[in-house]
């Protein structure tokens, strides 16, 4: 679910909620609850699922350089070692 529609999903239950008098001004309650939790939202600085896993991927990618960096310094360490007996 994009942000939009999560948002306009959230407003829209929200002003569901409202007693029966309320919802008369259904539509600009709507409103005022996607601006204020868009609004709040932007300011908790989140990322979409697809930054997620696209950085998710990237981390996995970055272990295994890591992992086969590491195995190939203890290789050379062993041979480092070898060669000054």
């Known amino acids: 679910m994009d942000k939009l529609n999560f948002l306009n999903d959230l407003s829209q239950k929200l002003s569901e909620s409202l007693p029966k008098s309320l919802q008369v001004l259904?539509?600009?309650i709507e409103k005022n609850f996607h601006v204020v939790l868009q609004n709040a939202f932007n300011k908790l600085d989140l990322v979409t699922?697809?930054?997620f896993d696209a950085q998710t991927?990237?981390?996995a990618r970055s272990r295994?350089?890591?992992e086969a960096l590491e195995a190939k310094v203890?290789?050379?360490e062993k041979l480092a070692k070898t060669?000054?007996?």
């Open 26 to 28: 259904k539509k600009d």
């Open 49 to 51: 699922r697809d930054e």
């Open 57 to 59: 991927k990237v981390l």
């Open 64 to 66: 295994k350089k890591i």
């Open 74 to 76: 203890k290789e050379l």
């Open 83 to 85: 060669d000054k007996r």
